[in-house]
Structures are given as structure tokens and as C-alpha cells.
């Protein structure tokens, strides 16, 4: 009981230290304020250029939440930064002797880092959404033309906007983990942005085997994940929505062990 109350104190000690280090630093501040600005200002634009009766069929609600894909950038350099920043400088030599239970030292970067994410995409969807609603009936999505207005209060379109806080969460563990494996800053972020990225564009270019395409949809960490804002023609996607945000938690889960373990068996 006693080391279960040491454990206890420990984590807490660790959130306290971790959100302190978090919101000190000014790259935080900037890095969720872009990922706010990119996903509401691309999703807002989205909106803003398709026009019905041409495009009436569109899925008004991952249409309103174009801007996840860009804004995710944000999250992944925030991510990055949490863990490989403290190597760049040293300073991971202090927090691990402040902690020197790595695997609790993770788990507090992992809960902050998840709590923060997950504040500032609500947000982030939020403004998406609402920007949707009010923009998409002035260009011809209305009820005459077939058309309902975003409403959280619709089922699929609260799972598409929860589910996409989610996917930014989840986006956020799985650089992390990424991060600790690698400890490069620079290293993280290409390895990172090229995994979200380079699957969708070899299956946009058509120039791989159908078969490999489907594979490579269902099993890419954005193309599966991002499923999830899908509310029309479900049975028409390579991966279900709740089954492909399943798939990013895998990567993100398998992300965190590689790097939990390599923390542990590495000096500091």
C-alpha cells in the first residue's frame, strides 16, 4: 500500500512538473494557436468554394472538417517537442532524475500532452463545424436542395467532430512515442509527417496495385484514422469509421511501447 501511495505522489508530482514545463514554454502557446488557425481557416475555406446544386451530394460534415488533416502538422511538432526538446537541451537528464521511473515520466508527458490536445481541438472542431453551418446554407445547402444544417445535435456528425478531438489526440501519442524512440527533433518530425502524409498521396496518384491501395487506406495511420469524419456511403469506405480510428490507436499504442521500452534500456 505504502509504494502504491509513493507511485501516487510520484505521478502527481510528475503532471505538475510536465504541465509547468508545457505552458512555459512559448512554442506551446504557438503551436496550438496554429494548429486552431489552420484547421478552422482551411475548413472555413473548404466550405466557402463548393456550391451546390453542383456538389450537393458532398458530405457537408467532413467537408466542414477539411482543416484536421493540416492542423494535425501542429500537434505532431507540439508532440515532438514535448519529449525530443528535452534532449536537444539536457534537460531530460533533470526530469529523469526528478522521476526516475521512466515509464511514469512517459505517462505524465502522454496525459498532459493528451489534455492539452484535446482542449484545443474541441476548439479547433468546434469553429470548424460552426463555420460549416453558417456558411454552407449561402452556398445552396439547404433544405430545398435536399441538405440539413450541421448540428452536433445530428449522431454522425457529433461522432465525426468527437472523433476527430480524438484523432488529434491520438495524433499527438503517437508522435510522442515516435519521439522518445527517435529523441532527434528533426528525425521525429519527417519520419512523423511523412507516415501521415506519403500514404495518402501513393493512394491519390493511382499508380499502385488496387489491391495495395485498399491496404494501404486501411492501414495508413491518416487515411484509416481519418474515417472517422465520414457520415455518407459508410459502406463504401475501405475501413469503417470507429474500426479505422481503432487502427491510429494501434500506431499510436505501438509507438509508445517502442519508446517506453527504449527509454528505459537507454541511458538518458
Known sequence: MNALRAEGATLREA?????????????TAWLLLTLIALTVGASALATAVVKCPASCGEDTTKLSLTGIPLGQAAVAVL?????????????????????PRRVTALAAKAIILTGVVLAAGAVSVLGSVLAGRYILPGNG???????????LG????????????????????????LATALRDSGASIAVMLGLLYIVPLLTDLGTLDPRWE?????????????AIQ???????????PWQGLGVLAAWAAAALLAGGLLLRLRDA
Open 154 to 177: 445530428d449522431g454522425p456528425t457529433l461522432r465525426a467532430a468527437a472523433g476527430s478531438v480524438l484523432y488529434l489526440a491520438l495524433i499527438g501519442l503517437f508522435s510522442l512515442g
Open 79 to 99: 508532440a515532438v517537442l514535448v519529449m525530443s526538446g528535452e534532449y536537444s537541451s539536457g534537460m531530460i537528464r533533470v526530469t529523469l532524475t526528478a522521476v
Open 214 to 226: 485498399h491496404r494501404l487506406q486501411q492501414w495508413g495511420p491518416m487515411t484509416a484514422g481519418l
Open 230 to 240: 465520414a457520415t455518407k456511403d459508410l459502406k463504401k469506405l475501405p475501413i469503417g
Open 15 to 27: 503532471l505538475h512538473a510536465e504541465w509547468t514545463k508545457l505552458r512555459t514554454v512559448p512554442s
Open 141 to 151: 445547402f439547404t433544405k430545398v436542395n435536399g441538405a440539413l444544417a450541421l448540428s
